[in-house]
């Protein structure tokens, strides 16, 4: 149940766009259209932004994408807001267990 | 509203064993699978169990199996996470979470507050 590889840090200006790789295998993300992505500020709960690769809950800005390509998956976000800034964390099904979560992405708005 | 509220966290002594429970509400909670998810200081993420919505399949990280059980009681609307023989390494930041579907796939859509479960002597 190794994790997925994940930017330890990625920074952007207010109104810029951002990506978040998430690198995989064909054993998880490769192989399963099972992708998601959860913000998480400290001390509060995390918050699902992305599910199946690139689909958005309801609520969710528009500004946050996701995609896949091959073993790697890729969170986008765009016209960059202060409130963005939190730890983002991919995660996805494997053949061998149902979660694995990358190592986690600190995001700063400078 | 739709709302999971842990309870159960605190100090335990390397060897013990605590009982975390997540009460639902909100939601037809048999119809969605369930799973603890934890962060232990300093670090990320890591899912630690999962059980589908009737109960009848539950999985494990290497890192808790076989000393972890997961359970849900659906006529009370709750889940639980029995922790038995508990290691320093278990410290950590409990998270409840709910899926979108019966079975397990990763994407939960509503966390609990997490309850704080410290492994100490």
């Known amino acids: 149940q190794s994790a997925l590889t994940q930017p330890a840090s990625v920074s952007g200006s207010p109104g810029q766009s951002i990506t978040i790789s998430c690198t995989g295998t064909?054993?998880?993300?490769?192989?399963?259209?099972?992708v998601s992505w959860y913000q998480h500020h400290p001390g509060k709960a995390p918050k699902l932004m992305i599910y199946?690769?690139?689909k958005r809950p309801s609520g969710v800005s528009n500004r946050f994408s996701g995609s896949k390509s091959g073993n790697t998956a890729s969170l986008t976000i765009s016209g960059l807001q202060a409130e963005d800034e939190a730890d983002y964390y991919c995660?996805?099904?494997?053949?061998?267990?149902?979660?694995?979560f990358g190592g986690g992405t600190k995001l700063t708005v400078l | 509203e739709v709302q999971l509220v842990e309870s159960g966290g605190g100090l335990v002594q390397p060897g013990g064993s605590l009982r975390l429970s997540c009460a639902a509400s909100?939601?037809?909670?048999?119809?969605?699978?369930m799973s603890w998810v934890r962060q232990a200081p300093g670090k990320g993420l890591e899912w630690v169990s999962g059980?589908?919505?009737?109960?009848?399949?539950?999985y494990y990280a290497d890192s808790v199996n076989g000393r972890f059980t997961i359970s849900r009681d659906n006529s009370k609307n709750t889940l639980y996470l029995q922790m038995n023989s508990l290691r320093a390494e278990d410290t950590a930041v409990y998270y409840c979470?709910?899926?979108?579907?019966?079975?397990?796939?990763?994407?939960?859509?509503?966390w609990g507050q997490g309850a704080l479960v410290t492994v100490s002597s």
């Open positions: 979470a709910k899926d979108q579907t019966i079975v397990l796939v990763p994407a939960a859509n509503i």
């Open positions: 909100g939601f037809t909670f048999s119809s969605y699978a």
């Open positions: 059980i589908s919505g009737s109960g009848g399949a539950t």
């Open positions: 064909s054993s998880d993300v490769g192989g399963y259209n099972y």
């Open positions: 199946d690769v690139s």
């Open positions: 995660s996805s099904y494997t053949s061998s267990s149902p979660w694995v």
